[in-house]
Nanobody, 123 residues
Framework: VQLQASGGGLVQAGGSLRLSCAAS????????MGWFRQAPGKEREFVAT????????YYANSVKGRFTIHRDNAKNTVYLQMNSLEPEDTAVYYC?????????????????WGQGTQVTVSS
């Protein structure tokens, strides 16, 4: 499975971006998907996850209420809508496909990773 993340860019604080993660094959429609991020000098951290059918989502406290994860299995694509962006959201964002239909915030639960897309939020 190959994952291609896109949609990153430079945005001012308070702005919005939508990230997309396209999977190379339909297999991922049976798997939970997640978004993680890594800021300069910091470890990669969990952002959000969504179950195989989109019925369950879970967010890091730092993004809850501002970010929304959703998926379109017909397009093999997962999205991360990011609103009210803050400079602290600046990071490389990675999408990942889980080993199971439901997953949480642990990176070990995810078997496949995309290449990352840079998000920069200016103050």
């Amino acid at each position: 499975v190959q994952l291609q993340a896109s949609g990153g860019g430079l945005v001012q604080a308070g702005g919005s971006l939508r990230l997309s993660c396209a999977a190379s094959r339909r297999t991922t429609s049976n798997n939970a998907m997640g978004w993680f991020r890594q800021a300069p000098g910091k470890e990669r951290e969990f952002v959000a996850t969504i179950s195989w059918n989109g019925g369950s989502t879970y967010y890091a406290n730092s993004v809850k209420g501002r970010f929304t994860i959703h998926r379109d299995n017909a397009k093999n694509t997962v999205y991360l809508q990011m609103n009210s962006l803050e400079p602290e959201d600046t990071a490389v964002y990675y999408c990942a496909a889980s080993r199971g239909s439901y997953s949480g915030s642990y990176q070990d639960e995810y078997a496949y990773w995309g290449q990352g897309t840079q998000v920069t939020v200016s103050s």
